[in-house]
């Protein structure tokens, strides 16, 4: 029995293995990159976690849903949220919520990224917010629902923190934290 021939055997099935799971982590772990007039971002979707949001967030993506939209509400150390307005302040169209995925595990701290709703659990659809800061109120507790977390900011967390920064107030139809200046999104896309 020779050792070192199946050492050598073991050690290139590992390899192998390795290589193989590696290549599935990184198809499973998609990413996009937000181009605003700030500057970009990327954000890592997390589509073990959040399947239905990823998916459904992928989808306005593929379609250019996020084009010309705007960032329409920033609360410094709390959030920044777009994906939902155009550059007059129009609500654009979407599909029908997605199912709440916020029992997923995956917690709202600084840089993750989740999807916005309103107040009906299920009502999630295209605007999407970055966490300024670590936000444990949104997660979900034993009595209500959460916010879906689906991905987190993996470059350009400075583009978000100077989003977060601007001068907020009353502006199109929000009587309070639009950015005066509006910031936009010019596109978001998929990296391969």
């Known amino acids: 029995m020779r050792i070192p021939g199946f050492a050598r055997l073991l050690a290139l099935s590992a390899a192998l293995l390795f290589g193989f ?29 959040a399947p239905l949001t990823v998916a459904s967030f992928l989808e ?18 709390f959030v920044v949220q777009g994906g939902g307005y155009d550059a007059k302040y129009v609500e654009k169209p979407t599909r029908p919520g997605t199912p709440n995925e916020s029992g997923n595990g995956l917690s709202n ?16 659809t295209a605007q999407f917010y970055v966490n300024l800061a670590d936000n444990a109120a949104l997660d979900p507790q034993p009595s209500r629902w959460g916010y879906t977390v689906f991905g987190h900011v993996v470059d ?10 601007v001068a907020t107030g009353t502006l199109g139809p929000f009587d309070r934290d639009a950015p005066l200046q509006p910031i936009m999104i010019k596109r978001v896309e998929v990296l391969q």
């Open 60 to 77: 306005y993506v593929k379609a250019g849903h996020y084009t010309d939209t705007v960032f329409h509400r920033v609360i410094g150390n």
């Open 156 to 165: 350009g967390m400075n583009v978000v923190d100077d989003i977060g920064a």
């Open 109 to 124: 701290r600084r840089g993750t990224v989740g999807l916005a709703r309103t107040g009906e659990p299920h009502s999630g």
């Open 21 to 49: 799971s590696s290549l599935a982590l990184a198809q499973s772990a998609p990413r996009v990159r937000v181009e605003t007039s700030l500057g970009n971002f990327v954000i890592e979707l997390d589509p073990q976690r």
